[in-house]
């Protein structure tokens, strides 16, 4: 819960009670561009990722905010989206964060163009760039001003290309940009997986820095390597043994009733996350 500590059923309980007065906030919000200050404090919780759990950078900080607030965004979101759709604004490529679309929408989308190209026997180049604490970074004037440009009003990927050229001048492009709006690669987790016979695997380079080539890369949460799924078999299977001898060490109960609800929470995410994709 946020700073206010109201629990989400709370509203939901009361939807018709609070409805009206959390219009008239939402409303004179909105005129006046100003925001409660409330709205502007968060509980900072962190959650761990994975590495050494004593090493702070293992953690990613999540900070949960009043619901009152949280609702006037998803109208303003809703909103806005909108108004991008209409403009065709964001491409159909897309995926992250967009309705309709999917991390298997976009690992087939994506799968099925690079697996064609090597099935053509053309060496095949996929580069992986991760901006430096991208959410926390993104500097809101630069943003607004770009929504404005879009007649927005306000009040309050990767490309397949052909050509070690045409890959280099994108990736300057791209670092161009950055600098221009204040973004920095995180460029240690920079990686270029280098697909198909023959392929002179290139030197690329984000900057002043070249990007490492990696025989294998966590792609939305799958493992590729050299679009062979065995290895992501392997670790899905593994995860979930690890999972499930925990919960055979700390379960006593081995009915029906209690086993498999644990399982189905626990365990089948793990092994049905896209198996669409890469099911044996």
Sequence with gaps: MGPNEIHPRVLRELADVVAKPLSIIFEKSWQSGEVPSDWKEGNITPIFKKGKKEDPG????????????KIMEQILLEVLSKHMEDREVIRD????????????KDLVAFYDGRTASVDKGRATDVLYLDFCKAFDTVPHNILAAKLETYSATLSGVVDMLEGRDAIQRDLDRLERWAHVNLMKFHKAKGKVLHLGWGNPQYQYRLGDEGIESSPAEKDLGLVDEKVDMSWQCALAAQKASHILGCIKRSVASRSREVIVPIYSALVRPHLEYCIQLWGP
């Excluded at 293992?58 to 607030?69: A, E, I, K």
């Excluded at 995926?95 to 999917?102: A, E, L």
């Design 93 to 104: 490529s897309q995926h992250g964060f967009t309705k309709g679309k999917s991390c298997l």
């Design 58 to 69: 293992n953690y990613c900080p999540v900070s949960l905010t009043s619901m009152p607030s």
